[in-house]
């Protein structure tokens, strides 16, 4: 059948691409020629049986897990070099970090801090929230990617605050998880930040670094989650994602990693870093 397909691929122009009956006579032909039956040539695949792997697929991942030692190091590393991580989202209290987090989604930092710290100014509460109203919130965020459903989704989580939690934000990811707009991600957040939880919000920067180095490899953002949960130490818990989202940001690059200044190249496993 390979061959079959080689063959009819050799055609100029395809006998797909022919009319009805140059079609037919270019099967008989090609079927003379290599002394197998019409029927068989029709059927023949109409694409290569083999597709080629998706970029990603051929990245070569870490080949071994990282040792209690290595990942102490590593956070003792960042600790060192930052012992107060600050997270970069602009906010006034849990209620404004919550409504940050959300318009922060498929956005950067700096855009929704651009955005907000105008309409924080007027509406730092659910109640200002909603008396300021889904039009004019629109007219403040604006330039932030999706501000449509974004400003329909502050609303009503202000409004789902209000009638569920006397106005405050709750302090179980459960619960955030119902607000509007609110994910298991901005629930980690606003735990972190807001209330000082051992959490660890895994956004596209955490996701990178855990699969990259090694540290936390994962299909999907619970799974590294879940991993970094199991092998941080707890004594760096509380700073751990904020170490990793600044790692990601700025030195472990999509594109172009910045190995030459990683603090911790010598314990990164990835196996194209450079030194």
Same mark, same amino acid.
């Given at each position: 059948?390979?061959?079959?397909?080689?063959?009819?691929?050799?055609?100029?122009p395809?006998?797909?691409?022919?009319?009805?009956?140059?079609?037919?006579?270019?099967?008989?032909?090609?079927?003379?020629?290599?002394?197998?039956?019409?029927?068989?040539?029709? /059927?023949?695949?109409?694409?290569?049986? /083999?597709?080629?792997?998706?970029?990603?697929?051929?990245?070569?991942?870490?080949?071994?897990?990282?040792?209690?030692?290595e990942?102490?190091?590593?956070?003792?590393?960042?600790?060192?070099?930052?012992?107060?991580?600050?997270?970069?989202?602009?906010?006034?209290?849990?209620?404004?970090?919550?409504?940050?987090?959300?318009l922060?989604?498929?956005?950067?930092?700096?855009?929704?801090?651009?955005?907000?710290?105008?309409?924080?100014?007027?509406?730092?509460?659910?109640?200002?929230?909603?008396?300021?109203?889904?039009?004019?919130?629109?007219?403040?965020?604006?330039?932030?990617?999706?501000?449509?459903?974004?400003?329909?989704?502050?609303?009503?989580?202000?409004?789902?605050?209000?009638?569920?939690?006397?106005?405050?934000?709750?302090?179980?990811?459960?619960?955030?998880?119902?607000?509007p707009?609110?994910?298991?991600?901005?629930?980690?957040?606003?735990?972190?930040?807001?209330?000082?939880e051992?959490?660890?919000?895994?956004?596209?920067?955490?996701?990178?670094?855990?699969?990259?180095?090694?540290?936390?490899?994962?299909?999907t953002?619970?799974?590294?989650?879940?991993?970094?949960?199991?092998?941080?130490?707890?004594?760096?818990?509380?700073?751990?994602?904020?170490?990793?989202?600044?790692?990601?940001?700025?030195?472990?690059?999509?594109?172009?990693?910045r190995?030459?200044?990683?603090?911790?190249?010598?314990?990164?496993?990835?196996?194209?870093?450079?030194?």
């Open positions: 059948m390979a061959k079959i397909t080689r063959a009819l691929r050799a055609q100029k395809s006998v797909r691409t022919l009319p009805k009956k140059s079609a037919n006579k270019a099967v008989a032909s090609l079927a003379r020629a290599t002394k197998t039956s019409p029927k068989v040539l029709k /059927k023949a695949p109409k694409k290569p049986l /083999k597709t080629a792997p998706k970029p990603e697929a051929l990245k070569p991942k870490a080949s071994k897990p990282w040792t209690e030692a990942v102490r190091e590593a956070f003792s590393r960042f600790q060192k070099a930052n012992p107060e991580p600050k997270g970069e989202l602009e906010h006034l209290n849990p209620f404004t970090l919550l409504v940050a987090v959300v922060s989604a498929q956005a950067t930092d700096a855009g929704v801090n651009r955005a907000t710290r105008a309409l924080f100014a007027v509406a730092d509460t659910p109640e200002k929230m909603i008396a300021l109203g889904e039009e004019r919130l629109r007219d403040y965020i604006r330039t932030i990617g999706l501000y449509r459903t974004k400003a329909k989704n502050v609303i009503a989580l202000s409004k789902k605050l209000i009638a569920d939690f006397g106005g405050e934000v709750p302090r179980i990811r459960a619960e955030i998880e119902q607000l707009g609110a994910g298991r991600k901005t629930a980690n957040v606003v735990l972190n930040m807001a209330f000082g051992h959490t660890i919000a895994v956004d596209t920067h955490v996701f990178r670094v855990g699969n990259r180095t090694g540290l936390a490899p994962g299909k953002p619970l799974e590294v989650e879940l991993g970094l949960e199991k092998v941080i130490p707890p004594e760096f818990m509380l700073h751990a994602h904020h170490w990793l989202i600044l790692h990601g940001r700025y030195t472990c690059l999509a594109r172009k990693p190995c030459q200044l990683c603090l911790i190249n010598d314990l990164c496993h990835w196996p194209e870093k450079t030194v």
